[in-house]
């Protein structure tokens, strides 16, 4: 391997004279002379380039070469003794050097009525599809959770009962404190609504019915939906950009029964026990304002509260809350399981779930309002 090296020569018609190897390995110490050199010379007007001493060229000599020459001529040197690997090199590190590449236009979002209709088509084609991919991971989710309960010995049992103590018994806290403050909030709306009629004491049917019909199921799912949707996604997250995921999948485990089953699973179980903390903390929230504010005795208000306000407002409550649980587990694992390679997407597909669960939540919530009224429950 023999070192780069150059010679000018001055005439009419100057020519540069290329020897030795213009090699990757072999341009790092001749890179600073021929940029002096150049410098001193962009006057000269290079006419020719004489290569029939040079004995290796690859791309990186090519690009030396042609920045030198661009630096040494307006135009375009002729070229002597190259044989057509050398040339086409060359040529090639003049088309990349000379190209011009321009950024993309940036569309400028329209302020006018049909760029507001263009921008609701597009949401709403983005939603049908994200409810269409959902119920498909709906399916997938009841296929793996339907063979788990003929094949119990399939189930993950460490992982279930660790994602029950996670997302349940570790909630309870948090549940029953907001509950409760949401019960005194409702007792208080209804002492100053019904005080100006002279009926205070139906500040129980209010709590009762409001906390045990929508309130407490409602509530306890949202707050499930910003504490535990979110941890889904976000665990099963940095799964996937660890690469656990594929690792799974290489060692022929299916990630719907040993991720998403467990999760689901356990939603199910807990929701419910934590929506009946939150009815019973919701109403001891009641019971305090009607106790301290309206001069109602503990036994008074839950003597009329069996009396007035049926069971079935209880069972209506509880019977949304494994709907909800489903719909949060769903949602957190396949936004989870939707997060690319980056920070960037684990956060855009935590604050999706979120969002989503949320939504869902309000939508089953009118949803089962409709049922029971045609039902008239």
């Not at 090699?23 to 410098?39: S, W």
């Not at 003049?94 to 006018?112: L, M």
């Not at 019973?280 to 001069?295: E, F, S, T």
Request: aromatic share 8%; hydrophobic share 50%; glycine share 10%.
């Amino acid at each position: 391997m023999s070192d780069p090296e150059f010679e000018w020569i001055d005439g009419d018609r100057p020519q540069l004279m290329l020897r030795g190897d213009w090699a990757v390995a072999t341009i790092g110490g001749i890179d600073g002379q021929l940029r002096k050199f150049a410098e001193t010379h962009s006057d000269k007007g290079l006419a020719t380039v004489n290569v029939e001493a040079l004995t290796k060229l690859d791309t990186a000599g090519a690009f030396i070469i042609d920045r030198t020459l661009r630096a040494l001529s307006e135009g375009e040197p002729g070229l002597t003794g190259a044989n057509d690997e050398v040339a086409d090199l060359l040529a090639q590190a003049r088309e990349i050097a000379t190209r011009e590449e321009h950024a993309p236009p940036v569309d400028e979002p329209g302020h006018g009525f049909v760029d507001l209709l263009e921008r609701t088509g597009r949401g709403a084609e983005h939603m049908w599809d994200e409810a269409l991919e959902t119920l498909s991971f709906f399916g997938g989710t009841l296929a793996a959770v339907s063979d788990i309960v003929i094949r119990p010995a399939q189930m993950r049992w460490t992982a279930l009962v660790s994602v029950m103590e996670e997302a349940g018994l570790d909630a309870v806290p948090i549940i029953a404190f907001l509950s409760f403050f949401v019960g005194m909030v409702v007792a208080f709306i209804g002492a100053t609504a019904l005080a100006e009629f002279g009926a205070s004491i139906f500040v129980v049917e209010m709590v009762g019915i409001g906390v045990l019909r929508e309130l407490g199921g409602v509530l306890v799912a949202i707050i499930i939906a910003g504490r535990t949707n979110s941890a889904f996604t976000a665990q099963i997250g940095a799964m996937k950009m660890r690469q656990e995921v594929d690792a799974m999948q290489t060692l022929g485990l299916d990630a719907m029964h040993v991720i998403v089953a467990p999760r689901v699973i356990a939603m199910v179980i807990m929701l419910p026990v934590l929506t009946f903390v939150g009815m019973l903390a919701g109403l001891a929230g009641g019971v305090v304002v009607g106790w301290l504010a309206l001069d109602i005795n503990p036994t008074v208000f839950f003597n009329r509260l069996q009396e007035y306000v049926p069971i079935s407002q209880f069972w209506i409550g509880m019977s949304k809350a494994p709907v909800f649980g489903l719909a949060i587990a769903l949602i957190g694992c396949r936004q989870g399981l939707e997060v690319g390679g980056s920070v960037q997407s684990l956060g855009e597909h935590t604050t999706k779930s979120v969002v989503q669960a949320i939504f869902a939540i309000i939508v089953i919530d009118a949803l089962f309002a409709l049922l029971y009224m045609e039902l008239d429950i």
